[in-house]
């Protein structure tokens, strides 16, 4: 396993009441008692990086855990493209050769959805090298290796996802509630309520669509074809990984407070309906607030913008769920100690699941060295939209992190649009003034607002002198009608 170096860790577990409990690690020590519900904890006197150590915990019996390390921990969190795998990204044959890095561990923690917050679940440690490295998360073990590589310490990366499922799944009850958006969060899952479910009802429904299945599929078989997935079997509404609190309940609750540099996050796609997608930059926020909140400590925290999908974008503005969502993480950026990776240019027009998550990993890792292990020399972020003025028929847009300047990879700008007040929007042209990006049409003299990248998978081409690409972004709110999403075939995508 790897513990938090620098902070006082906390060790705790279960014993009879009133059990005395002493845990040793290398040179320190702890004592406790339990209390009357059985239960202790220790914080151990801030760690230093050293050799494998061996913690040891007594009490009426002895448990000893081997190969200790003291260095950097990371909560890494989300849906699928958190939880895809190393052996599933790009360059696997080569990834897996050069695995033997025994100073990175994953703890892998097993899919649980439960109503109620738990206080224990099931997951272990595995020690990073070319037997185990098909199992790690692939973004949170880019993002670790090169946390490791630049530090020259242990890191420890805790893989707690859940492929498809929504934020409000892993957000406290309690945290969700106190909004006043929480009645649309709500309504999302109504139809999920236990007073709408009827287990005989499921179960006869399911046996039905399980006999029809076994037709066709023998039916499919006999042709030679392959059969359809078989239906699947339903399950009590309060327990799915889509109903809210459900994933907090039984993947993130178990595991406070274990000691944490800060945490990374990946989801955002299953949230990118219509409905509900304008919340999402609420929701992250009040995210990372409970999460803060429940460890009592203000940890560093980054997410992963949604790279490019879907079609390619048709007309100059294009407002989709999947860009409000985007949006939505932009705007969390208000909260301290935060981080954004913008991904355009590692996603994919055909998959919801692009197989680069090296550069997403890396992207991650280069905000945690810049804006948490302040490395000198290090950029963090992307150019980010400070601010428009107009001037006559122009108008200026300010950023911030535009470190070595901004630059127009591959020719002159693209991707930026411009609307007067009619709200017709236009491509325009733009172009790198003193830090700045002029925009303007002769199509609209008198412009009001400007949008940039401003689709699924839109055009852009703005980075800075660091080659980190720019946030999409709007510097109007009205509110639009919302295209529907559609992929490369034209018909709506089915992942989500």
């Known amino acids: ?29 702890k004592a406790t008692a339990a209390d009357p519900d059985g239960r202790w904890i220790v914080k151990l006197d801030p760690l230093k990086t050293a050799e494998p150590q061996t913690l040891i915990v007594k009490g009426k019996n002895t448990l000893t855990i081997q190969d200790v390390l003291i260095g950097e921990v990371w909560l890494c969190s989300g849906q699928s493209n958190m939880e895809l795998k190393v052996s599933s990204a790009k360059d696997f044959a080569q990834e897996k050769a050069a695995a033997n890095l025994p100073g990175i ?8 959805s439960q109503p109620e917050p738990q206080v224990d679940f099931r997951g272990k440690w595995e020690v990073c090298s070319p037997a185990t490295i098909h199992n790690f998360s692939a973004t949170a073990f880019f993002y670790g290796r090169r946390l490791h590589q630049e530090l020259g310490v242990p890191v420890g990366l805790i893989n707690s996802s859940w492929g498809g499922t929504p934020i409000e799944a892993w957000t406290s009850l309690d945290a969700q509630q106190a909004l006043p958006e929480y009645a649309t969060i709500e309504a999302r899952t109504k139809k999920l309520t236990a007073q709408l479910w009827d287990e005989a009802k499921a179960a006869t429904a399911y046996a039905e669509r399980e006999a029809a299945w076994k037709v066709a599929a023998e039916a499919a078989r006999a042709q030679g074809q392959r059969p359809k997935a078989p239906p699947i079997r339903p399950i ?45 930059g609420r929701q992250l926020t009040t995210l990372i607030q409970d999460w803060r909140h429940r460890w009592g400590s203000e940890f560093p925290f980054a997410w992963v913008q949604l790279p490019e999908f879907f079609a390619p974008q048709k007309t100059p503005s294009e407002t989709t769920g999947w860009v409000l969502v985007r949006e939505g993480m932009l705007k969390a950026l208000s909260l301290p100690r935060t981080g954004m990776v913008v991904t355009l240019g590692l ?5 919801i699941h692009p197989k680069n998550k090296q550069d997403v990993g890396a992207r991650l890792a280069t905000w945690a060295l810049a804006d948490v292990y302040e490395k000198r020399g290090v950029v963090g972020f992307g150019p980010l939209p400070a601010g428009q003025a107009i001037r006559g028929a122009e108008i200026t847009v300010s950023f911030t992190h535009t470190d ?38 002769m199509e609209v003299p008198n412009p009001v607002a400007v949008r940039y990248a401003w689709a699924s998978n839109p055009e852009f081409n703005l980075y800075n002198g660091a080659g980190l690409p720019a946030s999409p972004f709007r510097t109007d709110d009205w509110e639009d009608k919302l295209v529907p999403l559609r992929s490369t075939t034209g018909k709506p995508d089915e992942n989500l």
């Open 1 to 29: 396993m790897v513990l938090q170096r620098e902070i006082a860790a906390p060790v705790w577990g279960w014993a009879e009441p009133g059990e005395e409990v002493t845990v040793i690690l290398g040179a320190a020590r």
């Open 105 to 112: 561990r994953m703890f892998t923690v097993e899919r649980n």
């Open 236 to 280: 009590d509404p309060r327990l799915d990984q889509h109903h809210p609190a459900n994933l907090f309940n039984g993947m993130i609750a178990p595991l406070i407070p274990y000691g944490l540099r800060g945490g990374i996050w990946y989801q955002g796609e299953t949230n990118a309906e219509g409905g509900i997608a304008p919340l999402y």
């Open 347 to 351: 996603g994919s027009a055909t998959t």
């Open 404 to 441: 070595g300047g901004l630059v127009a990879k591959d020719g002159d700008l693209k991707g930026f649009a411009i609307a007067g007040e009619d709200r017709k929007w236009v491509r325009a042209s733009a172009k790198i003034e003193d830090g700045k990006v002029i925009v303007s049409s």
